[in-house]
């Protein structure tokens, strides 16, 4: 019976002791967190306050869209083959 007293105690304990690390962990995650929210919120304060005194910087002009060159009809490449000698 000594053998199941001390088992049971030291399975309690060990329950105990999981449960308070347990504990810690969340602890440590919030606070993990916490930190995390507040360096993003400073950080995005410092963002808006640097893009508020910046000039907005102009657009970037629009490039026209070149036509694709035109190289001629379909009967005239195909003459253009027949001169060449080129057998279809």
């Known amino acids: 019976m000594e053998k199941s007293g001390k088992h049971e105690a030291s399975a309690q304990f060990a ?19 916490n930190a995390l929210r507040a ?16 000039p907005p910087t102009p657009a970037a002009p629009k490039r026209k ?6 190289s001629g009809t379909l009967s005239d490449w195909l003459d253009g083959r027949d001169k060449e000698g080129r057998q279809s």
């Open 15 to 33: 329950k105990l002791q999981r449960a308070n690390d347990a504990k810690k962990a969340a602890s440590e995650y919030e606070t993990a967190a």
């Open 39 to 54: 360096k993003t919120e400073r950080l995005k304060a410092l963002r808006l306050a640097r893009d508020a005194a910046a």
């Open 65 to 70: 869209a070149r036509k694709k060159a035109s």
